[in-house]
C-alpha cells in the first residue's frame, strides 16, 4: 500500500510564499518510478490540475495558472515531492492534494484519472 502525506499547508498573504511537501511510503513501493503531481480543490469546484514531475526530475508541466509562480521538484533519496508556491493569489485558496503515478517515461499526465495515489490534502488560504 502506497500512503502520501501532504505538509506545508496554512494561511498566508497575497503575493507571499508557501512549500508543500508530499512524503511518500510504502512496503514496496519506489518513489523514483512514480510520476508526481499537485492537484487542487476549492469549495464548489472540481478538483484541477497544478503541476507534476517525471520520475527522474527532468520533466514538469504546468497549468498556465501557476507557470512562472510555482514550482514542482523532487527528493527521490527522501521519497518527497515538493509544490514550492510564489506570488500566490487568493484564487490559490484550495485544499491541494499530492498525487502519484507509476510510470518510468518522460511523458506527463495532467488528468486526476491517471493517477493511482493520492494524499489527504493540505489546505492553503490566501488572504487578499
Known amino acids: 500500500q502506497v500512503q502520501l502525506v501532504e505538509s506545508g499547508g496554512g494561511l498566508v498573504q497575497a503575493g507571499g510564499s508557501l512549500r508543500l511537501s508530499c512524503l511518500a511510503s510504502g512496503r514496496t513501493f519506489t518513489f523514483s518510478t512514480y510520476h508526481m503531481a499537485w492537484f487542487r480543490q476549492a469549495p464548489g469546484k472540481e478538483r484541477e490540475f497544478v503541476a507534476t514531475?517525471?520520475?527522474?526530475?527532468?520533466?514538469?508541466y504546468y497549468d498556465d495558472s501557476v507557470k512562472g509562480r510555482f514550482a514542482i521538484s523532487r527528493d527521490n533519496a527522501k521519497n518527497t515531492a515538493y509544490l514550492q508556491m510564489n506570488g500566490v493569489k487568493p484564487e490559490a485558496t484550495a485544499v491541494y492534494y499530492c498525487a502519484g503515478r507509476l510510470s518510468l517515461s518522460e511523458r506527463l499526465q495532467s488528468r486526476p484519472a491517471n493517477y493511482d495515489y493520492w494524499g489527504q490534502g493540505t489546505q492553503v488560504t490566501v488572504s487578499s
Open positions: 514531475i517525471s520520475w527522474s526530475g527532468g520533466s514538469t
